[in-house]
């Protein structure tokens, strides 16, 4: 299957269902797969967010609390040579905060802390968001395809036509966010910046909860 650029539109292809454990080819003929985080897997995901993003990030109780608060917030991105997954590799982590209302207009207005995460601003697990805050992206070189996964993953029983939020650390997220069809929310468009992806609101209430 042809994987669109288009952030929006990949979501908006997702199943209804989330799928477990959804998995891809890559060009050289391993594959990558994805799946919920294990409570085993947070040292090693959270010593990876400070090899590749640094020091100056949340701590590590505040992953462990946002994990606790809501299953679908903290992903593992795998790799292997072939779907046996014999000799799987850990290569990367998707977390992703699932908005209030309220933790919406602070986001917007500049106040969020994304360091020290208010869980009263975040929805618990199988609740549906006012908007999904793009937290952490780490997929050394398959950012692509995992997003896609992680679309499949999720499903747009809960989560279809939530709008999307999320900053770029360095000019080449930037340039990723903006080709992913993120829009700037302030006048300049620039790392640090807020963007955000609008979706269209799915055809039917599948009768999920709503976000506080």
């Known amino acids: 299957m042809r994987m669109s650029k288009n952030l929006g539109e990949v979501l908006d292809k997702a199943p209804d269902q989330g799928r477990e454990e959804p998995w891809s080819s890559t060009p050289d003929g391993g594959i990558v797969y994805l799946r919920r985080a294990r409570p085993e897997e947070l040292p090693e995901l959270y010593a990876l967010a400070q090899a590749e993003i640094g020091q100056d990030i949340a701590t590590y109780d505040t ?3 946002l994990y606790n608060h809501n299953r679908d917030s903290i ?20 977390g992703l905060v699932y908005l209030t209302q309220p933790g919406t207009e602070q986001l917007e207005a500049g106040t969020f ?20 805050y793009v937290w952490v992206v780490i997929a050394r070189r398959h950012a692509r395809i ?3 996964l992680i679309a499949n993953a999720l ?18 997220g930037l340039q990723a966010i903006k080709g992913y069809g993120f829009a700037g929310t302030e006048r300049e468009q620039n790392v640090g910046k807020l963007f955000r992806l609008d979706r269209p609101a799915p055809a039917s209430s599948s009768g999920s909860s709503s976000a506080a």
């Open 113 to 132: 802390d994304g360091r020290d995460l208010d869980l009263r601003l975040v929805v618990p697990t199988a609740t549906r968001p006012a908007s999904i």
């Open 75 to 94: 992903w593992s991105v795998y790799r292997a040579s072939d779907n046996t997954r014999a000799d799987a590799k850990l290569i990367g982590w998707y």
């Open 155 to 172: 499903g747009a029983e809960i989560y279809g036509g939530v709008p999307i939020y999320a900053k770029a650390g360095t000019t080449g």
């Open 146 to 148: 995992a997003t896609w």
């Open 63 to 65: 992953v462990q609390s």
